[in-house]
């Protein structure tokens, strides 16, 4: 990354987007704390991020990584405690209070039924779930998801990110996302942020970033730009060879 100015406004849903290799998951690795930047300066509320301790951090902010793993003994339930890391005394057991917000983070995933099953059992996007729960467990108030929908299929994508998009509206939860896919960005964002040789190209509203000047200049590919008139935002359709000179 280099010569990148962002700020992250409470309440967001802000997409990175990106080709391979940009900077997508550097930015949000730096922004997680899991990278140190060699220069420049990251601040949370206007605070040295570096300043706060690990549990301070995961009081603020929770992260989903791609490819998480649990153990295979894990169930639903032990990996939603673990959320409860952050909040734990000396003797690092659940108090009834812990307890409680774990059903809380269960019952806002929906997970209710599942919670007693191991997580190696669940499908990908009940898999999903499961961590986006564990993080709800320590209470942040920013989540941070590197590609959450990836190899989940189509069904699965949609409800992950349905879930993602109530979570912000019921919770005031700011998220901070990778996603591949420019027309999920562009339906479940209200910024989206394209990034382009390690530095932040653009930065604006998905009527502003989902141009057919912006996707030619970044991603190569001419397309034709629609509007989904149930949500009010726009969306791509790539024109074959045939149908353009580019």
Known sequence: LKDSDLTVNKGDIMTIIGVNGSGKSTLLKALSRNLKPLAGSIYLEGR???SFTSRQTARKMAVLPQMPKAPDDFTVRDLVSYGRYPYLGWNSRLKKQDHEVVDWAVGETKLEDL???FVAALS?????????AMALAQQPEILLLDEPTTFLDICCQFDVLDLVKRLNRSLNLTIVMVLHDLNQAARYSSRMVVLKDGSVYRDGTPEEIVTAQLLREVF???????TDTDHGRPFFMPLSREETNF
């Open 124 to 132: 990908g996007g009940e898999r999903q779930r499961a961590w986006i």
């Open 220 to 226: 190569q590919i001419q397309v034709r730009i629609l």
């Open 115 to 117: 919670q007693h099953r």
């Open 48 to 50: 040295p991020l570096s």
